[in-house]
T-cell receptor, first 115, second 111 residues
């Protein structure tokens, strides 16, 4: 079955440490996204990528970095500059072509906590 | 700019009750509209969508009608079950690569 795989499901970060969240998709989608979800709140866009080797900042990119070296993969690094990284992180992808009526497909998320 | 406004939760219902979750939007052009559902500890799943005015999206007993005159896309279900307990997100896309999500509405269904 096609889908999006996020790993790990739970991740712990020490102060001053960078951590990388993995996102892999086998849906052959061009567009990929990272969102942050805080308890009881909606989704906030961190970064998105429309094509390999290209990505754009979303609404809350500070303290995060991404890469898009392969179509299937869009890892997110939470750097030590992100002072409040505890949240649920969701990766998504979307088919290109007619983006206006295409839904986004989501992984099951990674929950990041501070030790 | 484009935005989505949902009714605040939580919404608490008894099993077999009628559900309505209100959603209104502001957008230029003719957006596509979506409802997503998020079960505890999981990502979002598409529940239903509508791509033009007066379209009705439906899935698993849930329905929503795209009302351009009232800029609304309210989610309804005639008889909710305990298994429907989740967070529901209304969303729109105006043709670009970004989808605008509402804040989400948490639904609790009691047996």
């Amino acid at each position: 079955d096609g889908g999006i795989t996020q790993s790990p499901k739970y991740l712990f970060r020490k102060e001053g440490q960078n951590v990388t969240l993995s996102c892999e998709q086998n849906l052959n989608h061009d567009a990929m996204y990272w969102y942050r979800q805080d308890p009881g709140q909606g989704l906030r866009l961190i970064y998105y990528s429309q094509i390999v080797n290209d990505f754009q900042k979303g609404d809350i990119a500070e303290g995060y970095s991404v890469s898009r070296e392969k179509k299937e993969s869009f890892p997110l690094t939470v750097t030590s500059a992100q002072k409040n990284p505890t949240a649920f992180y969701l990766c998504a992808s979307m088919e290109q072509g007619m983006p206006s009526n295409q839904p986004q497909h989501f992984g099951d998320g990674t929950r990041l906590s501070i030790l | 700019g484009n935005s989505v406004t949902q009714m605040e939760g939580p919404v608490t219902l008894s099993e077999e009750a009628f559900l309505t979750i209100n959603c209104t939007y502001t957008a230029t052009g003719y957006p596509s509209l979506f409802w997503y559902v998020q079960y505890p500890g999981e990502g979002l799943q598409l529940l239903l969508k509508a791509t033009k005015a007066d379209d009705k999206g439906s899935n698993k007993g849930f329905e929503a009608t795209y009302r351009k005159e009232t800029t609304s896309f309210h989610l309804e279900k005639g008889s909710v079950q305990v298994s429907d307990s989740a967070v529901y997100f209304c969303a729109l896309n105006t043709g670009g690569f970004k989808t605008i999500f509402g804040a989400g509405t948490r639904l609790f269904v009691k047996a």
